[in-house]
């Protein structure tokens, strides 16, 4: 079983993280989202620079926090794709010097990847195949997981991410940044059923609609003109809002997991991404997939948004199959993750 030091800075959060094989013996996560909070969304130079102020403070939080040393660690890993560049850039690079310094092998791992591992930390018996629901600020994705590093993607938003729209949602409403926590606890209060909004359903050109895939453009606008319209009769009900808009996510989600599901005859789902920590989408999909025997796992909270743990596991799972990365692998702020195993070109017999 390897040990793996893990790097993830692909957004706002820097993280560090120590991990043997499923078994998570450090975590270290520094959050920006104070630093953001007045733009009301992510700076991508400023999360670079934030990154490069707090990386070798979390890997020395990470190595005293495990109690192991450097002789101990297998390999290095770090998220190389997607993301924001110069927030990659800082954490493969790191990645990279600490490789040669102290000859340890280095693997890039597709973020996206590392969401799905993050169940795998919760259930170490978990084995594909499954479905994978991954929702989180850019990403929207109905993932067959095959294997490891053998995936298929059936479905995908075709335009906001599930956790931009509640972004987008909360600076609608004024009620700050990041949306998805504050609307969360602000829709415990309201009615779900107060406003009917749209699911958002993807037309095909020769009719009817495409079953996986999602729209939250038009969710969003719907909400936009609702609180126009609300602001000419007086008070707004903004927990009545935020229920509403919270179930119509919740609802679109679970339709097309559930239906994704049953149509590859696939009897478990996880969901991944910090989506994964909403109420309202934990409660309706949990019950749908009882209706159906589907067994459906969530990640503790802590491992729903950015984790280096995440990115560790994952990376165990293929240096154990002898995946190796060259050391002149790049950042890229696009990488489609069925095309995972680029990332990996040298295979070493373990």
């Given at each position: 079983?390897?040990?793996?030091?893990?790097i993830?800075?692909?957004?706002?959060?820097?993280a560090?993280?120590?991990?043997?094989?499923r078994?998570?013996?450090?975590s270290?996560v520094s959050?920006?989202?104070?630093?953001?909070?007045?733009?009301?969304?992510?700076?991508p130079?400023?999360?670079?620079?934030?990154?490069l102020?707090?990386?070798?403070i979390?890997?020395d939080?990470?190595?005293?926090?495990?109690?192991?040393?450097w002789?101990d660690?297998?390999?290095?890993?770090a998220?190389?794709?997607?993301?924001?560049?110069?927030?990659?850039?800082?954490g493969?690079?790191t990645?990279k010097t600490?490789?040669?310094?102290?000859?340890?092998p280095?693997?890039?791992v597709?973020?996206?990847?590392?969401h799905?591992?993050?169940?795998?930390l919760?259930?170490?018996?978990?084995?594909?195949?499954?479905?994978c629901?991954?929702?989180?600020?850019g990403?929207?994705?109905m993932?067959?997981?095959?294997?490891c590093?053998?995936y298929?993607?059936?479905?995908?938003?075709?335009?906001?991410?599930?956790?931009e729209a509640?972004d987008?949602?909360?600076?609608?409403?004024?009620?700050?940044?990041?949306?998805?926590?504050?609307?969360?606890?602000?829709?415990?209060?309201?009615?779900?059923?107060a406003?009917?909004?749209p699911?958002?359903r993807i037309?095909?050109p020769?009719?009817g609609y495409?079953?996986?895939?999602?729209?939250?453009?038009?969710?969003?606008?719907?909400?936009l003109?609702?609180?126009?319209?609300?602001?000419?009769?007086g008070?707004?009900?903004?927990?009545?809002i935020?229920?509403?808009f919270?179930?119509?996510?919740?609802k679109?989600?679970?339709?097309?997991a559930?239906?994704?599901?049953?149509?590859?005859g696939l009897?478990t789902?996880?969901?991944g991404?910090g989506?994964?920590?909403?109420s309202g989408?934990?409660?309706?999909?949990?019950?749908?997939?009882?209706?159906?025997?589907?067994?459906?796992?969530f990640?503790?909270?802590?491992?729903?948004t950015?984790?280096?743990a995440?990115?560790?596991?994952a990376?165990?799972?293929?240096f154990?199959?002898g995946?190796?990365?060259?050391l002149?692998?790049e950042?890229s702020?696009?990488?489609?993750i069925?095309?995972?195993?680029?990332?990996?070109?040298?295979?070493?017999?373990?």
């Amino acid at each position: 079983m390897a040990t793996i030091l893990s790097i993830e800075t692909s957004c706002d959060e820097t993280a560090t993280a120590i991990v043997n094989n499923r078994k998570v013996l450090s975590s270290i996560v520094s959050s920006q989202i104070d630093l953001h909070k007045e733009y009301g969304g992510v700076v991508p130079e400023l999360a670079s620079r934030k990154h490069l102020e707090t990386i070798n403070i979390c890997l020395d939080r990470a190595l005293i926090e495990s109690g192991l040393s450097w002789s101990d660690i297998d390999a290095i890993a770090a998220t190389s794709a997607p993301g924001l560049v110069g927030a990659l850039l800082v954490g493969v690079t790191t990645a990279k010097t600490l490789s040669l310094i102290y000859n340890k092998p280095f693997l890039g791992v597709h973020h996206l990847e590392g969401h799905i591992y993050a169940a795998y930390l919760d259930q170490p018996d978990l084995k594909p195949p499954f479905l994978c629901l991954l929702v989180s600020g850019g990403h929207t994705s109905m993932i067959y997981v095959k294997d490891c590093g053998n995936y298929e993607v059936l479905g995908k938003t075709r335009d906001d991410a599930a956790g931009e729209a509640f972004d987008k949602v909360a600076r609608l409403l004024k009620l700050g940044y990041p949306g998805g926590p504050i609307i969360d606890k602000l829709a415990q209060t309201g009615n779900p059923q107060a406003f009917k909004l749209p699911e958002g359903r993807i037309s095909l050109p020769e009719g009817g609609y495409h079953p996986y895939d999602s729209s939250f453009s038009g969710l969003k606008t719907a909400v936009l003109r609702l609180v126009q319209k609300l602001e000419t009769e007086g008070e707004i009900p903004v927990a009545d809002i935020a229920a509403s808009f919270q179930s119509t996510v919740a609802k679109a989600l679970t339709k097309r997991a559930i239906k994704s599901a049953l149509d590859y005859g696939l009897k478990t789902i996880t969901v991944g991404g910090g989506v994964a920590a909403n109420s309202g989408l934990r409660q309706h999909l949990l019950a749908v997939a009882a209706e159906h025997e589907i067994q459906v796992y969530f990640p503790p909270l802590k491992l729903c948004t950015d984790n280096a743990a995440m990115i560790g596991c994952a990376a165990a799972e293929h240096f154990d199959r002898g995946h190796r990365s060259d050391l002149d692998l790049e950042a890229s702020s696009r990488m489609n993750i069925a095309d995972v195993m680029q990332l990996y070109p040298k295979i070493t017999m373990t």
